[in-house]
């Protein structure tokens, strides 16, 4: 069972909602509460415009994570010059076995190149895997959103992380 990490291909949308759909159906580990379709998660993960990189972590030839770091473009929160967001997703049935520790190598080594100095990583409060997960890392705290509604009203607080270069 070998695992491969590579970057993502937009031919991959497919298979990738394979991973993130089912994460969105089990709750509580991410701000998406609506199920992604090909086109979609291409737009927002593999493909958007300020796209640095999309890592995807395959075993035997089937993706299993993926890991994607954007340039912000959110207007209605701002980051600083240099500055980076990252999305990172491991199914259910694979997390606890190092994929997202290889997926954020690969990830980092781009950011590097890229001239990203610090990567956000926003988490809700609820999420403690992905909070654990990011920890490991070395993602420290610098701040917390509070009641950040979800798509059905439910408020909960978003912890921000930061990963410096």
């Known amino acids: 069972m070998a695992l491969r990490i590579r970057p993502a291909k937009n031919d991959d949308a497919q298979a990738l909602t394979q991973v993130v759909n089912p994460i969105i159906a089990a709750g509580g580990t991410t701000a998406h509460q609506t199920p992604f379709d090909a086109s979609r998660l291409l737009r927002h993960y593999i493909a958007p415009p300020q796209l640095i990189s999309c890592q995807v972590a395959e075993r035997d030839g089937i993706p ?30 694979a997390s606890g076995s ?65 990963y410096d270069l």
Do not use: C
């Open 64 to 93: 299993i994570g993926f890991q994607t770091l954007v340039w912000p473009d959110d207007d209605g929160d701002p980051f600083p010059e240099g500055w980076a967001i990252i999305a990172s997703f491991v199914s259910p049935d």
């Open 98 to 162: 190092g994929i997202g520790r290889k997926l954020f190598d690969a990830t980092k080594a781009v950011a590097e190149a890229s001239g990203v100095s610090v990567i956000d990583a926003t988490i809700r409060s609820d999420n403690v895997s992905g909070l654990r997960y990011y920890e490991a890392m070395g993602f420290r705290d610098y701040d917390v959103l509070h009641a950040v509604p979800l798509r059905d009203g439910t408020l909960v607080d978003r912890i921000r992380k930061r």
